[in-house]
């Protein structure tokens, strides 16, 4: 078995297949045969790994498996973490919330109700699983993954916002829900939002950490894997929010002198419908509600009567009740508030308070009596 | 496409495979393949643009040599007043009708102003000027006209630096494309640490910056003097890593095909002085604008007011190359300045450095010059990077007002990204030595292969981490 000796071979086959036919008298023509080849493979693929190919696809192997190790290493470690929004969400996802009383919605939610004060008073457990920068799509999917994994709530307490008929045009934040894209709800409301880059952050390691944690949360994630967790700044959810009020509302009057609006999209009113018959149908007892608004704002919404017929129209369609504070004692009042949309953490205390005695009420109304068996709260005074 | 793409990610290592899988005869039809579909990436018929550039200039250059006397110079005219046409139409047609209009409202004509609102090609002034230089280059008889077109269009779309250079002479790159490149271990690696550090460049540090800096120089007075400050500081690092970390990838990826583009940038903040600084930053445009425009011009061998005029006109010309807005147009001459005012002061300088007992190439004289053609540079990018002139001037007015130390971070910038982007500067900086006295390349290279790789490893990981991908064109790219 020789080749003409016309025909160019590579060299190190050539080497293979003449060491190979040089071997053939002791082993066998077909044994020598299969030698040869063996050799002339080896010979071919040193020549391969002499050229560097190999060591170049090795680093770049390695490399790979970096990304797909740090990729589990992050994620392992936010779901390690126990305190806020990465903590919130591990506790729903891990069903250690199992809240009678749920308070849902966007940062109006996180930061104006305080679970310890509605729980001390209506004696029921409460947590707030409201999320920054959110619409009522993804609020809804939180909640419906809230549902999976958790006993069903007595009462959904559901926090209504100008901009509730908007859908979600830009995730905020898309780091704090990467850990948990394997939960079908959420993934599938991030990916109708923007299919282009979901998939990628699903599929791809470290592409959405990479790309999309502009925060750099993901460096939570190492800390996460050795029990180390940031301060708590969230309670049972709610997140207050310590600062003052700032000239950000002038310069905003400034700069929109009519006002503005907000749309009220068919597919948002459609969310806020399935919103409730997911509620109607796990038996839960929902109430809108529209928590305090900085007076002067309420102004400038120009199309504010028209969101409040449809919140209306919802709640008579479907038997909800809608609580609005839009009048609240103090919505005219900065030192409780931190900006036109969000109350500070006194002004969430005294709202939470409040609150917490209509509830007692509407609990009472629903003959409850477990409810009422919590002392009655005392209100703080109210500084001026 | 962009460098810092997932699309590039998949593109570079299967145009590398199939370039070395290929026989030498289908590599070029291969590297033209890949660079049409790397520039049609961005606006798709935009490369009829370039198509058509492409095709007046390789017949320019074949006219050019087959002819003598005055139909040479037609041939050049032609071939460069065409190529330019097309930069005006799409760089400069609204800047000029405008600034038409507005001439004209001066003296009472009430025009109403024409604007075309067409998007720049990408690189567009980048291939023009590539092209132009080839031209010139043919007609002095420097440079044989090349008979291949696919080899002249390959020159001209080459992927690596078709967006934004270096502006290749055609003496250096186009004979490359005839030459058979082999694998080459020890040359592909070096090409892809290339990559690797001007990804760093690119992603870690002037991306990161550049969230500050695009805060700040979007409402300048809503910032302290010290957030101003900074900004620029930080502009400075900014557009140096961000062009250098480009043409530090386009090299490597020249490098990984087998090919060598010329050096861009040698430390430029290194400078002694204005006139070291374009010898350093930028250098092939410099050193174009000073073989096609400075010594035409006359140079400096024509007397004090023809040199003068020839650099005035020079640095003018190149800050109106840089963008259609007078920023850059008074960017550009107040280098001219600067560089004017270098020489004429030289002399009182040296007499000062002498009387404080400093003498040439002393350390504090060193770091004093170092310092002021720092300080300079950075006066001037501020020029660059304003909206407009006036936001220029109220920085530059505003950098000592209200410092407040409390009041350092942005919107965008939260404080956390502080150490990030300081470390990476930091990095950016040791890195820098390499040529110097702590080549860390070699250092690393001689360590044994695990200790090496996990260096090397960790390096990429650093980059993928702190790297900030999302709205991260280059700036070079818009010129």
């Not at chain 2, 002085?273 to 250098?283: D, N, P, Q, T, Y």
Request: glycine letters at 8%; one cysteine or more; a positive charge.
């Amino acid at each position: 078995m020789s080749l003409p000796s016309s025909i160019d071979k590579p060299s190190g086959l050539r080497q293979g297949v003449e060491a190979g036919a040089a071997a053939a008298p002791l082993t066998g023509v077909n044994q020598a045969g299969s030698a040869a080849m063996h050799i002339a493979l080896t010979a071919s693929w040193r020549r391969v790994a002499g050229s560097g190919i190999l060591r170049i696809a090795c680093f770049f192997g390695l490399i790979i498996l970096l990304v797909y190790g740090l990729n589990a290493a992050i994620n392992s470690g936010l779901r390690s973490l126990t305190t806020n929004q990465f903590g919130v969400f591990n506790r729903m996802v891990g069903g250690t919330i199992n809240a009678d009383i749920l308070i849902t919605g966007s940062s109006r939610a996180l930061s104006h109700y305080d679970p310890r004060i509605i729980e001390s008073t209506t004696g029921l457990p409460t947590f707030n699983l409201g999320l920054n920068g959110s619409q009522t799509d993804l609020q809804l999917a939180v909640l419906k993954t809230y549902l999976k994994h958790n006993r069903k709530p007595r009462i959904v307490l559901h926090n209504l916002d100008a901009f509730s008929f908007v859908m979600t045009r830009e995730v905020y934040d898309p780091a704090q829900y990467m850990p948990y894209l394997g939960e079908n709800d959420i993934y599938d409301t991030l990916h109708h939002v923007n299919p282009k880059v979901w998939w990628k952050c699903k599929y791809l390691p470290l592409y959405g950490y990479a790309v999309h944690d502009m925060r750099l949360d993901w460096m939570l994630g190492p800390l996460g894997l050795v029990g180390w967790s940031p301060r708590q700044v969230f309670f049972q959810g709610f997140n207050p929010r310590v600062g003052r009020w700032t000239e950000d509302f002038a310069s905003f009057k400034a700069a929109n002198p009519d006002g503005v609006s907000f749309e009220i999209q068919p597919a948002g009113v459609q969310v806020m419908r399935e919103l409730i018959q997911v509620c109607q149908q796990n038996g839960i007892r929902l109430i809108f509600v529209y928590s305090p608004e900085y007076r002067e704002m309420q102004a400038l919404t120009r199309n504010r009567a028209a969101i409040f017929n449809e919140f209306h129209e919802l709640s008579q369609d479907y038997s909800v009740s809608l609580w609005d504070f839009s009048n609240w004692d103090h919505a005219g009042e900065i030192e409780y508030f931190r900006n036109s949309q969000h109350l500070n953490a006194e002004g969430a205390e005294l709202f939470s308070t409040d609150l917490a005695h209509r509830l007692v009420e509407e609990l009472a109304q629903l003959s409850q009596p477990a409810a009422l068996n919590a002392p009655p709260p005392s209100r703080p005074p109210v500084k001026k | 496409m962009l460098f810092n793409s997932l699309a590039f990610a998949i593109f570079f290592p299967l145009v590398v495979v199939l370039y070395y899988s290929l026989p030498q005869p289908r590599r070029l039809a291969l590297l033209l393949l890949a660079s049409c579909a790397f520039y049609m990436a961005f606006i798709p018929a935009y490369i009829l643009i370039l198509f058509v550039t492409i095709t007046i200039d390789y017949i320019a250059g074949i006219y050019l040599e087959r002819s003598t006397g005055p139909a040479r110079r037609i041939w050049l005219v032609g071939s460069i007043v065409s190529t330019c046409a097309v930069l005006f139409v799409f760089k400069y047609f609204d800047f000029f009708t405008g600034n038409f209009v507005a001439l004209a409202g001066l003296i009472g004509w009430h025009l109403s102003p024409v604007v075309a609102h067409i998007i720049l090609p990408i690189g567009l002034s980048f291939h023009t000027f590539q092209s132009l230089s080839y031209v010139v280059e043919v007609y002095r008889g420097k440079q044989r006209a090349e008979p291949g077109f696919m080899t002249y269009a390959t020159y001209v779309m080459f992927f690596p630096q078709l967006v934004a250079g270096p502006i290749e002479r055609p003496q250096n790159l186009l004979h490359q494309f005839s030459e058979k490149h082999e694998f080459d271990h020890a040359r592909i690696t070096a090409g892809l640490k290339r990559m690797a550090w001007g990804f760093f460049k690119k992603l870690v540090v002037a991306d990161r910056l550049a969230l500050y800096v695009n805060d700040v120089y979007a409402a300048p007075r809503n910032f302290s003097g010290l957030q101003l400050t900074l900004a620029t500081l930080f502009f400075a690092y900014q557009i140096y890593c961000d062009f250098s970390g480009y043409t530090d990838i386009a090299l490597g990826a020249a490098q990984v095909l087998g090919f060598k583009l010329m050096e861009n940038f040698r430390t430029p903040y290194y400078s002694l002085s204005i006139g070291e600084f374009w010898h350093r930053w930028h250098i092939s445009l410099s050193t174009w604008f000073r073989d096609y425009v400075y010594i035409p011009l006359g140079g400096s061998r024509s007397g004090l007011r023809r040199w003068l005029l020839a650099v005035m006109i020079t640095f003018t010309i190149s800050g109106l190359w840089h963008g259609a807005n007078w920023t850059y147009v008074v960017w550009g001459a107040l280098n001219g300045v600067y560089l004017l005012l270098g020489v004429a002061t030289k002399n009182i300088r040296d007499r000062m450095f002498a009387a404080i007992g400093l003498p040439v190439g002393s350390l504090p004289r060193r770091a004093i010059m170092l310092a002021t053609t720092f300080g300079l540079t950075c006066a001037a990018w501020v020029v660059f990077r304003a909206k407009n002139l006036t936001d220029a001037s109220y920085v530059l007015t505003h950098f000592a007002s209200g410092w407040n130390l409390h009041q350092i971070g942005t919107e965008q910038f939260l404080l956390r990204q502080m150490p990030i982007a300081l470390a990476a500067i930091l990095v950016l900086e040791v890195g820098q030595l390499w040529p110097g006295k702590f080549p860390v390349p070699s250092i690393v290279g001689r360590l044994p292969l695990a200790p090496r790789w996990a260096l090397y490893a960790s390096f990429v990981m650093a980059v993928l981490m702190f790297g900030v991908y999302r709205n991260t064109q280059f700036i070079y790219f818009q010129f």
